[in-house]
């Protein structure tokens, strides 16, 4: 079995900040773990993926996150927020295993004030 | 560059009617996947495909069917549609290639309104 929490459901910075976004797991066997962003009507898109390589992930658009097993999270930072990166961002979990399934979490709404 | 592309970004359909959802992807991917986007409640898997005529259900099939008689097409079929089922509804695919870690690559959605 596999699940996620993304700890906020949102999240409110201003342009320049750090962006802290959380995300807790909790997998059977080794997960993979993605972050998706999806801007206002938009599809998602892949900002980064761990896959058992480097704990530390380097994503698309200064974008990072640390696989930390001891503490079963994911957690998604920028060190310093755009007004573009006001988005939607969801944490992604999928375990080993046969399966091809992907557990979503229920998103956290970013928003980057001037 | 992957594209997903699904058949109308909005549709308005009656209580009843049979509602096709259609999928295309242009990059010869085994894995096809249909998802419902809710508020609050993220995304969740309605059926996943990973070879043609292949399908399996996901979190919440209820209500749904889906065909897929080529590679590249997946289609979402609503029998009779529902208002519970107005959403939205994302299509997207992946390759077995990366398997255990496959990206998946979605499309725009379809954004259903069922009156």
């Known amino acids: 079995a596999q699940s996620v929490t993304q700890l906020d459901s949102h999240v409110s910075v201003s342009e320049g900040t750090p962006v802290l976004l959380r995300c807790n797991y909790s997998?059977?066997?080794?997960?993979?773990l993605f972050w998706y962003v999806q801007h206002p009507n938009k599809g998602l898109q892949l900002l980064l993926k761990y896959t058992s390589a480097a704990t530390l992930v380097k994503g698309i658009n200064g974008f990072e996150a640390e696989f930390k097993k001891s503490e079963t999270s994911f957690h998604l930072t920028k060190p310093s927020a755009h007004m573009s990166d006001a988005a939607e961002y969801f944490c992604v979990v999928r375990s080993g295993g046969s399966n091809y399934k992907l557990t979503f979490g229920k998103g956290t709404l970013l928003t980057v004030n001037p | 560059d992957v594209k997903v592309t699904q058949s109308s970004r909005y549709l308005v359909k009656r209580t009843g009617e049979k509602v096709f959802l259609e999928c295309v992807q242009d990059m010869d991917h085994e894995n096809m996947f249909w998802y419902r986007q809710d508020p609050g409640l993220g995304l969740r898997l309605i059926y996943f495909?990973?070879?043609?005529?292949?399908?399996e259900k996901g979190d919440i099939p209820e209500g749904y069917s889906v065909s897929r008689e080529k590679k590249e097409r997946f289609s979402l079929i609503l029998e009779s549609a529902s208002t519970n089922q107005t959403s939205m509804y994302l299509c997207?695919?992946?390759?077995?290639?990366?398997?255990?870690?496959?990206?998946?690559?979605f499309g725009p959605g379809t954004r259903l309104l069922v009156l």
């Open positions: 997207a695919s992946s390759s077995q290639t990366e398997w255990g870690q496959e990206t998946q690559y």
């Open positions: 997998s059977s066997y080794s997960p993979s």
């Open positions: 495909s990973y070879d043609v005529k292949m399908k």
